[in-house]
T-cell receptor, first 107, second 115 residues
Framework: DAKTTQPPSMDCAEGRAANLPCNHSTISGNEYVYWYRQIHSQGPQYIIHGLKNNETNEMASLIITEDRKSSTLILPHATLRDTAVYYCIVTGNQFYFGTGTSLTVIP | DTAVSQTPKYLVTQMGNDKSIKCEQN?????MYWYKQDSKKFLKIMFS???????INETVPNRFSPKSPDKAHLNLHINSLELGDSAVYFCASSPQSGGGYNEQFFGPGTRLTVL
């Protein structure tokens, strides 16, 4: 399974868009990109996933580059409740969680 | 309805004891998992079961033994508990075990403290 690289931490002002980058340069053709988040010590929560195309749901948007070597999770209007650790996971058969990005939304 | 549930939520015990953590999912999924999250917040897969059969067993001490009585349940039994076993244990389930789209649903976690 491909490794991912994410910045350890980011801040975002409340109401602004939060853009969380992820590098996955060794991704293979059949591997999906998943994003999860973990608020405090709760169980990880699914946000969105994609293979090649950009995706959008009620929580976020996922932008995957054409070469698939990197992606960006976009939270369009960050709220204080979005403060969490965000994990980018690239997987074929199982999930390997990296260290994630700790996002702090600032009032 | 809770999709993936774990009991207990907190577990405090002495070194050397044997304890179990239970997990149940009502999603009709075929695959269930156990993860360990240590004090540094690193989340690592331990086991994966598909239809009651073990399919992934990462480097985990033999003291940890998963048991799946049916595909809706995956319990984790730990023998001879050690201080280093203190962590939060998460159960998860997914529709399938293979590649492709395979979203995992996580339980709320069990915080194990070994004294």
């Amino acid at each position: 399974d491909a490794k991912t690289t994410q910045p350890p931490s980011m801040d975002c002002a409340e109401g602004r868009a939060a853009n969380l980058p992820c590098n996955h340069s060794t991704i293979s053709g059949n591997e999906y990109v998943y994003w999860y988040r973990q608020i405090h010590s709760q169980g990880p929560q699914y946000i969105i996933h994609g293979l090649k195309n950009n995706e959008t749901n009620e929580m976020a948007s996922l932008i995957i580059t054409e070469d698939r070597k990197s992606s960006t999770l976009i939270l369009p209007h960050a709220t204080l409740r979005d403060t969490a650790v965000y994990y980018c996971i690239v997987t074929g058969n199982q999930f390997y969680f990296g260290t994630g990005t700790s996002l702090t939304v600032i009032p | 309805d809770t999709a993936v549930s774990q009991t207990p939520k907190y577990l405090v015990t002495q070194m050397g004891n044997d304890k179990s953590i239970k997990c149940e999912q009502n999603l009709g999924h075929d695959t269930m998992y156990w993860y360990k999250q240590d004090s540094k917040k690193f989340l690592k897969i331990m086991f994966s079961y598909n239809n009651k059969e073990l399919i992934i067993n990462e480097t985990v001490p033999n003291r940890f033994s998963p048991k799946s009585p049916d595909k809706a349940h995956l319990n984790l039994h730990i023998n001879s508990l050690e201080l280093g076993d203190s962590a939060v244990y998460f159960c998860a389930s997914s529709p399938q075990s293979g590649g492709g789209y395979n979203e995992q649903f996580f339980g709320p976690g069990t915080r194990l403290t070994v004294l």
